[in-house]
């Protein structure tokens, strides 16, 4: 079974910015599509970016477009999430998501925390 492991999480001022990271513990694993899911405090889990495998094709909430950007590292096996100008409406768990064929695996999240 392959784990992913999200790092990066953390408590920043509004405006400021995070780089979320996430890499499979087994480190031969290739995936197909990564992506970045969130789940705010009482909300349920929402969708923020994905990316293809090859890196050529991303996807982006509309809330967090211009803002957020995910990339990969193939040789690395590794998806980022770019955060900058964040806000307190971004508070919540991030969970790094990895699609290979017909199965999603998931990590157990980094919480991210904005301040006002």
């Known amino acids: 079974q392959v784990q992913l492991e999200e790092s990066g999480g953390g408590l920043v001022q509004a405006g400021g910015s995070l780089r979320l990271s996430c890499a499979p513990s087994?480190?031969?694993?290739?995936?197909?599509?990564m992506g970045w899911f969130r789940q705010a405090p009482g909300k349920e889990r929402e969708f923020v970016a994905a990316i293809s495998r090859g890196g050529t094709s991303t996807h982006y909430a509309d809330s967090v477009k211009g803002r957020f950007t995910i990339s990969r590292d193939n040789a690395k096996n590794t998806v980022y999430l770019q955060m900058n100008s964040l806000q307190p409406e971004d508070t919540a768990v991030y969970y790094c998501?990895?699609?290979?064929?017909?199965?999603?695996?998931w990590g157990q999240g980094t919480l991210v925390t904005v301040s006002s």
């Open positions: 087994r480190r031969t694993f290739s995936s197909d599509a």
């Open positions: 998501m990895a699609r290979l064929g017909a199965m999603d695996f």
